[in-house]
């Protein structure tokens, strides 16, 4: 809404000028104005009725936007730095993303930097993550990612260190080794649980088999493991305490609850190196993140198990990928369930009816749908002159039926039966292992998304402190000299 104000303030403002020059030049002010307020949307709608006005507009002729670029992107490592604002980290992003869409990064390149290309593009894990997070991505682009944000970053903390980390060395390897390994972000927790090595070795001490005989004989083998496995894991790991600016070593048993099938017919792609893949390994029932305990733990690319937490919220998110009915099915179910309860045939033919009046034919009906439903039956009883002349104990009865009948069809299923009608799919070969993370999101954020965001930032950390290394080893050298020299002058 603000931005489409913007818009049209803007242009209004735009059409009152008739100088050609004039309005190509404010134009671009007002451009510039949109980018740094950061609204895109504006931008956007003003970028494309630059048609109206007859005008071309060339990125590369707004000023300052490598500048108003960083301020952006820095702003918003700020609000994750100062006030652990970790969503502000989707900002950034959305910042890029915005960039690689209107090409905001493109520049010339040297011949030095060509060959820095030639080699990132070796890396094919790296090119996956961008495309998937950006689509296309230019060789600018490229550059920008590897080289001018890492180094904006350390410059960045270099004069604005963390309140609570003020020792240099600690804060680098905080963000490089603690930060992406036990975090917080879009109200779901994060940590990078074990090596996957140290997983599969705990699987196939519960659950042997010949891995060579599944090869030869995997169909036949598939049928046999489709019963679910639980075991327990110690794990040891290391946690930062901002209270106390320590690390402390602490242990924890987590129960898991695999699929046997998934594990098995997925092993080799898991333990694959260069697979840009998030394969689903487990869902923790003891032990999780997750204020009941729970998690999910997914494989990534880089041979680590990151464990998700999941709550009650996420069981609707859940819930709507299995349990929808379209009217006539959701009808046929409630009339089945109120007989069932013995309600009266007149009370379910007027329920069957005004429902057939008061449903979309195409509307789908789901857990989400369950009290909205309830509330439209029982005001429509209320106004029936029939149920109008029930007491209020009868009609209340009435009303429970009802309700019980659409809670038989619309129940919550529980978190454990969810992931076994997953894993059946799996098995069935009707859903992915790795398209699990997908389908599991908490408001508009799946599972999948902070794995691969989580990906792209570990590139950007390690070329972080790859600078301050090299940053730091010129300093000392440089001390190392001047020490020499003071020592030299004394003599």
Not at 117 to 127: M, Q
Not at 221 to 226: G, I, P, R
């Amino acid at each position: 809404m603000i931005s489409n104000q913007l818009f049209i303030e803007f242009k209004t403002e735009l059409l009152k000028i008739k100088d050609k020059n004039k309005l190509e030049r404010v134009y671009y002010e007002k451009l510039t104005k949109c980018l740094k307020a950061r609204k895109f949307k504006a931008f956007e709608l003003l970028f494309n009725a630059s048609v109206d006005f007859n005008l071309f507009i060339d990125i590369k002729k707004i000023p300052n936007r490598f500048d108003i670029i960083s301020k952006l992107l820095l702003n918003s490592i700020d609000k994750i730095s100062t006030g652990y604002q970790t969503s502000a980290l989707g900002e950034i992003l959305d910042t890029l993303r915005f960039c690689n869409e209107y090409n905001f990064l493109e520049r010339d390149i040297s011949n030095l930097e060509k060959y820095s290309l030639r080699n990132l593009k070796k890396d094919t894990l790296f090119l996956a993550n961008l495309n998937d997070l950006f689509g296309k991505v230019s060789n600018s682009f490229i550059l920008y990612v590897y080289k001018v944000m890492p180094q904006e970053l350390y410059e960045f903390f270099i004069k604005s260190p963390i309140s609570f980390i003020p020792d240099r060395d600690g804060l680098m390897h905080y963000i490089k080794n603690i930060f992406f390994n036990q975090y917080s972000i879009y109200g779901l927790s994060v940590r990078n649980i074990s090596p996957i090595d140290n997983f599969i070795k705990v699987f196939k001490e519960n659950y042997p088999f010949n891995e060579s005989q599944f090869k030869k004989h995997e169909e036949e083998l598939t049928n046999k493991v489709k019963e679910l496995l639980e075991f327990e894991v110690l794990y040891r790991y290391r946690t930062f305490y901002y209270d106390t600016e320590e690390e402390h070593e602490n242990q924890e048993i987590k129960k898991h609850l695999v699929s046997p099938n998934n594990i098995i017919k997925n092993l080799s792609k898991v333990l694959k190196k260069n697979n840009y893949k998030f394969y689903n390994l487990s869902m923790v029932l003891h032990g999780g993140l997750g204020p009941q305990g729970l998690g999910f733990t997914y494989s990534t690319p880089k041979g680590e198990v990151i464990e998700i937490c999941s709550d009650t919220r996420q069981n609707k998110a859940i819930i709507i990928k299995f349990k929808k009915f379209l009217k006539t099915q959701f009808i046929e179910k409630l009339g089945k369930e109120m007989t069932n309860l013995h309600i009266k045939e007149i009370t379910i033919e007027k329920v069957v009816n005004y429902l057939i009046d008061a449903l979309d034919k195409k509307e789908l009906i789901s857990y989400f749908e369950k009290e909205s439903v309830l509330r439209n039956i029982k005001n429509f009883l209320l106004e029936d002159g029939e149920y109008q002349k029930f007491s209020e104990n009868n009609l209340k009865r009435v009303e429970n039926k009802i309700t019980n009948a659409i809670h038989a069809i619309l129940r919550p299923i529980k978190m454990m039966d969810q992931y076994k009608a997953r894993m059946d799919l799996v098995a069935r070969g009707l859903l992915k292992s790795e398209d699990i993370a997908k389908l599991t999101s908490l408001k508009e954020k799946s599972h999948y998304d902070i794995l691969r965001e989580r990906f792209f930032f570990q590139y950007i950390t390690n070329w972080f402190y790859e600078i301050y290394e090299t940053e730091k080893l010129k300093n000392e050298n440089k001390n190392n000299v001047n020490k020499y020299e003071r020592n030299d002058k004394k003599q």
